[in-house]
Nanobody, 125 residues
């Protein structure tokens, strides 16, 4: 079992930045690839970014590539999503997720076993 607790998020103007954090407890954090997903009202949850167990490989949705960065600190059992140049269309509830099924990270929602509680990100125009 892994428990994921998210922090960060909030309201920001377009062009601004936010950093989301996700703290894990339970089993060994480095056994899990980590991902971030988001869900806007009335829409399906969609992939944002993923990072491999070691942190050596990262993956991004095309919509955030070049603006968002994912990182992790295995010694601190934490993963982060740095969001820059935010746009109104980035507004959503953001979720971190952990997968022990994959090593390198994945955009497949069903590959993730544990989910954080979600945190609201609102970008005003």
């Amino acid at each position: 079992q892994v428990q994921l607790v998210q922090s960060g998020g909030g309201l920001v103007q377009a062009g601004g930045s936010l950093r989301l954090s996700c703290a894990a407890s339970g089993r060994t954090f480095s056994y899990y690839a980590m991902g971030w997903f988001r869900q806007a009202p009335g829409k399906e949850r969609q992939f944002v970014a993923a990072i491999s167990r070691s942190g050596g490989s990262t993956y991004f949705a095309d919509s955030v590539k070049g603006r968002f960065t994912i990182s992790r600190e295995n010694a601190k059992n934490a993963v982060y999503l740095q969001m820059n140049t935010l746009k109104p269309e980035d507004t959503a509830v953001y979720y971190c997720a952990a997968s022990h099924k994959v090593v390198r990270g994945t955009d497949l929602l069903t590959a993730y076993d544990y989910w954080g509680q979600g945190t609201q990100v609102t970008v005003s125009s």
